[in-house]
């Protein structure tokens, strides 16, 4: 059975919405009573009797007053009743996110999951708050006012009968047509854009090479192109809503010319057609609300379907074990053995693969791009599981360790360096979040990113843009390393960046690392031969697996 | 006020002559769709009347005229309504090819100074907005005036009286709705900035998911969104009653008036002043009148709101373009071809400063038809500025470049950049196949042309080698493609170009070696057909060159 952690949650506050529905249902009876009261009146009036005013009044003045507090309490009580339930599964849904396995963040990229926490959590606030609530409303109102309806007249009622569901199909079958023509309308609109924004992203390749007007062509013929689709659009959609109208019109007309007939007969009163009439007005709305509700809510429950595929993702295992003796003297530090590891079954990236570190060595990966090597880090910081073979680290089976205190064993500098959109100071602080300024500042010194610093207008307090913008590649990599100073971890992994640094930063990082690296076992991503210099052993990650090479004289005379 | 309603205007001259076609399409959408909710309303009173007089015969006739007249009515209610998608989606349309074309059009240093993805979503949005007061906004203002009007008309005629008891309890109604409205906005304020927040945040934890994991900070960021969504949930309480508040006068309000409406109706029958058919009618349409009369000034500040993202829109239209020469207002002479060309490009005693920074000051370099040069220096001297004023993407301050033996100052910018093929450090691909990207080097390439241009940049095997071939998509900036394999393709575009010099910038810094090697071997093939200029800085791409020009910070 899946289990659906959304009827959970609302199931946990069940007393709201029956509430809710209750209250409703209470307005409805007033709405009702209030036309009996009128069609009597009414009655009276025809027959010629002298009207006061006194004998009903009092009656409507009761209804009003309950029919105004039932509905406020109703919409309060819905209201509220959406909120806790999305503020209760938004929680599940960020601790899911930090819980879950890393290779969903590989499939989905973060505009959509952020889609899918945001517009798809405040759709099932809306459906919760608003839709559920008016669905059971507008149902119960049927009920009501067609009970109402056949207490009237029988005949009319089996009119109303036949005739609305015929309505109601035919309405949402012209829905769902309109709904695959807007479909392609966001396509067309979503082409303009991507034109605009390639042609801008783009904009060095088309000055330099004059496409202006190319890119003006091309943006000119999908605008034509989403006229023209709107005009097909518009024709349907508004046929669409010229039928639905006529359509709904036809129970009404039948049902009047009928109630004109049972009047004629004399089975009806006027003062009676009067109040069906009155009735049928309302009986129309709420039961021409309730395809549309249905449509609604079809829609908000995708939107918690998708949601669900969150939460049913797999976690990390390792959580909370609580064991937390990490073995430092233990002398081999990481091993592989024997590891297969794919990101999907039929890809596998690592197969049998095998190698030891032991503690305080400076160890190199060499290999081409795309063979493996930033696997092999993720795989040391347990963001994914490898498929055969073990993984131990201080000697214990990774499995078993309480993977964040595992992790606290990394400081893990990244090829693209993220930042949070922060002030420097907070983004470096992220290494030890209690650090002084001093030590801040100290690590700073270390990583060789202090003067940088201090020659910005705001210094430390300098905010960096989204995904740090504003600095280049080396500058966001010695601020990744000054935060792994600060997080002062025994196993330092390092994934150089590949993008261009010039030779003067170069080396001021190169003195960077080799500070860092004092103390510390240190594993090393590398793409240039300077690097891996003073690597104490070198590893080559070659047709899915790690070899040893030896030495960097030893490498070198492999590769000549 | 007038700003506004001047705003208002100029966004409505958008449109041209067609605004009226568009106004007169809110007219008929508005007649249309009121016309018949009347009629309906207008059976009900027919068969009231009919059964109260007991004049059966008139029932099929009222009956089929009326059909008749609401059938029409919609008819004309779709045709009003085609026109106005059609033309609130056209008056989008040519607003994003204004804007794209300003776009383009920018003087360079704009991009440099503003974040493209930021300038993009930002105008996406904007824009976005603007499109809306044509395809909504605007509409959804006008029509509930323009109804109540068709409204009120039979409801005046049938019984002045009672609709004017009716009305003035709905301006009751109104005011309730407004004084509410005000913390309703405020409210819905500060939830969405909360929101916002939480947005934010959110993106930050899924962005920097690798370090929140790797931190022991990253779990107090959970702990900070969880405590946002609890703060949200609590705000959200003030909306609520308001909301239940609003909800509430309108369903109770519903009640009141039934029986405002009893009262009168039943005291204006006894007096004679009306029928009770005609009560009928008024009742059903009540309903429709009443909402579009609640709906008049609930528009109004949206549609207000919207206005100030047109008025971003003009103002980006109004931004200042790239001149078409930067040193004359006077017509470009055309660019000579056979001028003097022993030197291909040649800049003399060039001065360039961005803003306060000097960048060149009076810096010479010549270079030869034929010759293979490369540019080096340490980062920051001014190398990538050589290639961008070569390109004629900032003025020069002092000095003089001559590129095929014409003065930069002489020509109009586009001539000067036919000069050049290049090949950017980053080599931006856009959405489309292998192919068409490559002809965007000449647009009007053949296949054969560009698969020897492929060919020559040592691109043609790894695209044969692809399932699709040349018609295999690039992917957005060409992602689907690894580092090397799009600088090829960049270089196989400058190469089919075929402008005598080939500019490259930094083309192999981010490439593993492997894809240097295949880089370098195209370079190879082409020296000594083509005049290059690499601006680089490793050794592997410096031994390439004839002649190694060294630049020194200022």
């Not at chain 1, 089976?397 to 959109?421: G, H, M, T, Y």
């Not at chain 1, 910005?456 to 995904?467: A, D, F, H, N, S």
């Not at chain 2, 038809?369 to 020069?396: D, F, H, M, N």
């Not at chain 2, 090829?488 to 010099?501: D, F, M, Q, S, V």
Request: glycine share 8%; proline share 2%; aromatic share 10%.
């Amino acid at each position: 059975m899946k289990k659906n952690v959304f009827l959970k949650n609302m199931l946990h506050y069940w007393y709201m919405p029956l509430c809710g529905i209750l209250l409703t249902s209470v307005l409805n009876f007033a709405v009702v009573r209030g036309n009996e009261v009128i069609s009597e009146v009414i009655d009276q009036l025809l027959a010629g009797q002298e009207i006061v005013f006194g004998s009903f009044l009092g009656e409507f003045a009761a209804l009003t007053a309950i029919g105004f507090a039932a509905a406020f309490v109703a919409a309060a009580v819905s209201g509220k009743y959406g909120v806790l339930v999305s503020a209760r599964y938004r929680q599940q849904v960020i601790q899911k996110l930090y819980r879950m396995e890393y290779q969903y963040f590989d499939e989905h990229n973060s505009a959509s999951v952020i889609n899918k926490v945001n517009a798809d959590l405040n759709e099932a606030e809306r459906f919760l708050g608003e839709t559920l609530v008016m669905l059971a409303a507008d149902a119960v109102a049927v009920v009501i006012y067609a009970n109402y309806v056949r207490r009237l007249n029988a005949g009319l009622f089996l009119m109303a009968l036949v005739c609305y569901p015929l309505v109601l199909w035919i309405a949402n079958r012209l829905v769902r047509k309109i709904h695959s023509l807007t479909m392609t309308y966001r396509e067309k609109s979503d082409a303009i854009t991507s034109i605009a924004q390639d042609a801008l992203n783009g904009i060095l390749v088309v000055r330099s090479f004059g496409l202006e007007d190319y890119f003006q062509d091309k943006m000119h013929t999908a605008t034509l192109a989403l006229v023209d689709n709107e005009e097909k659009r518009a024709r349907v959609s508004n046929t669409a809503v010229l039928i639905r109208k006529l359509i709904q019109w036809i129970p009404n007309i039948l049902c009047a010319i009928y109630a004109v007939v049972l009047v004629m007969h004399g089975k009806l009163s006027v003062g009676e057609l009067l109040a069906f009439i009155l009735v049928l007005s309302k009986l129309v709305e709420s039961f021409m609300g309730l395809p549309f509700q249905m449509v609604d809510a079809a829609g908000s429950i995708v939107s918690i379907q998708r949601v669900e595929e969150i939460l049913r993702t797999r976690e990390e295992g390792g959580i909370s074990r609580g064991q937390s003796v990490s073995q430092p003297e233990e002398e081999i530090v990481l091993a592989f053995d024997n590891l297969t590891f794919g990101y999907s079954e039929a890809q596998t990236v690592l197969e049998h693969a095998q190698f030891e570190v032991h503690r305080g060595e400076n160890v190199a990966f060499v290999g081409e791009s795309g063979g493996g090597k930033s696997t092999i880090f993720h795989l040391l910081c347990g963001f994914y599981r490898a498929q055969k073979g073990t993984y131990r680290l201080y000697g214990r089976d990774f499995a078993e360790w309480d993977i964040d205190k595992a992790r606290e064993q990394f400081a893990l500098v990244s090829q693209n360096v993220f930042l949070f959109p922060a002030s420097i100071e907070e983004n470096i602080r992220y290494g030890r979040w209690d650090a002084s300024g001093e030590e801040v500042v100290a690590a700073c010194k270390e990583a060789e990113i202090h003067d940088f610093i201090e020659s910005l207008p705001m210094k430390y307090q300098t905010i960096v843009g989204e995904r740090g913008a504003m600095l280049s590649g080396g500058q966001r990599q010695r601020i990744a390393i000054a935060r792994a100073i600060l997080k002062n971890a025994p196993i330092l992994l390092l994934d150089e960046p590949t993008s261009a640094i010039d030779e003067g930063t170069e080396k001021e990082i190169q003195r960077a690392i080799a500070r860092v690296r004092q103390g510390r076992t240190c594993l090393t991503i590398a793409h240039r031969l300077s690097t891996i210099q003073d690597a104490d052993w070198i590893f080559e990650v070659k047709n899915k697996k790690i070899e040893e090479v030896g030495t960097y004289e030893q490498y070198m005379e492999t590769i000549l | 006020m007038n700003s506004t309603w001047k705003l208002f205007c100029r966004t409505m001259r958008v449109m041209g002559k067609r605004r009226f076609l568009y106004y007169g399409a809110i007219a008929g959408m508005s007649i249309g769709m009121g016309m018949f909710s009347v009629l309906s309303s207008l059976m009900m009173k027919g068969v009231v009347d009919i059964s109260q007089s007991g004049d059966y015969q008139r029932l099929t006739v009222t009956v089929v005229w009326i059909v008749a007249a609401g059938v029409v009515s919609l008819i004309v209610y779709r045709r009003a309504a085609v026109v106005y998608n059609v033309e609130a989606k056209r008056v989008y349309g040519n607003l994003y090819e204004k804007i794209l074309n300003l776009e383009m059009d920018l003087p360079y240093a704009y991009y440099e100074k503003h974040h493209s993805g930021e300038m993009m979503s930002k105008v996406s949005y904007d824009l976005g907005r603007m499109g809306d007061i044509y395809g909504s906004r605007f509409r959804r203002m006008i029509m509930p005036f323009l109804e109540v009007i068709v409204y009120l008309v039979p409801m005046l005629v049938l019984s002045p009286q009672l609709t004017l008891c009716l009305v003035g309890v709905n301006v009751v109604m109104l005011f309730l709705n407004m004084v509410l409205a005000e913390p309703f906005r405020r409210v819905s304020r500060e939830l969405s900035g909360i929101n916002s927040s939480m947005t934010r945040k959110l993106s930050d934890i899924l962005q920097g998911m690798e370090q929140v994991r790797m931190f022991a900070h990253g779990r107090e960021t959970v702990q900070e969104y969880i405590r946002l969504s609890q703060k949200y949930a609590k705000k959200s309480n003030r909306k609520i009653l308001i909301a239940s508040g609003l909800e509430s006068g309108n369903r109770g309000f519903d009640l009141l008036c039934s029986l405002v409406f009893l009262a009168l109706g039943v005291f204006f029958v006894q007096r004679g002043f009306t029928t009770l058919g005609a009560l009928a009618a008024i009742y059903t349409l009540y309903g429709s009148f009443s909402f579009q009369f609640l709906q008049m000034n609930r528009y109004i500040p949206e549609l207000v709101a919207y206005l100030t993202y047109a008025q971003n829109i003009f103002d980006l239209l109004e931004e200042k373009r790239e001149e078409k020469n930067w040193y004359t207002q006077k017509e470009c002479f055309q660019a000579d071809n056979d001028a003097d060309d022993t030197w291909m490009a040649a800049m003399d005693n060039v001065s360039f400063s961005y803003g306060d920074k000097v960048v060149l000051q009076n810096y010479s370099m010549r270079v030869q038809r034929g010759e293979c040069v490369a540019l080096t220096g340490s980062s920051g001297c001014g190398k990538t500025t050589v290639s961008k004023l070569l390109l004629g993407l900032y003025p020069i301050d002092g000095g003089t470049i001559t590129v095929v033996g014409n003065s930069v100052r002489n020509m109009s910018n586009r001539d000067l950049r036919d000069f050049f093929a290049y090949v950017p450090q980053e080599p931006y691909l856009f959405e489309g196949s292998i192919l068409e990207n490559i002809r965007m080097g000449k647009l009007c390439a053949s296949t054969d042309e560009i698969v020897e241009a492929a060919k020559v940049a040592n691109a043609h095997t790894f695209i044969m080698n692809l399932e699709n071939g040349y018609d295999t998509p690039v992917g957005e900036r060409g992602n689907r493609l690894s580092g090397g394999q799009r600088q090829r393709i960049a270089i196989a575009r400058a190469i089919l170009k075929g402008a005598p010099i080939l500019l490259m910038d930094e083309a192999t810094s981010a490439l593993d070696n492997e894809s240097e090697r295949l880089v370098n071997d195209a370079l190879r093939r082409l020296r000594g057909n083509k005049t290059i200029i690499m601006i680089a800085h490793r050794t592997s791409t410096i031994q390439m060159a004839d002649r190694v020009c060294s630049m020194n910070p200022i």
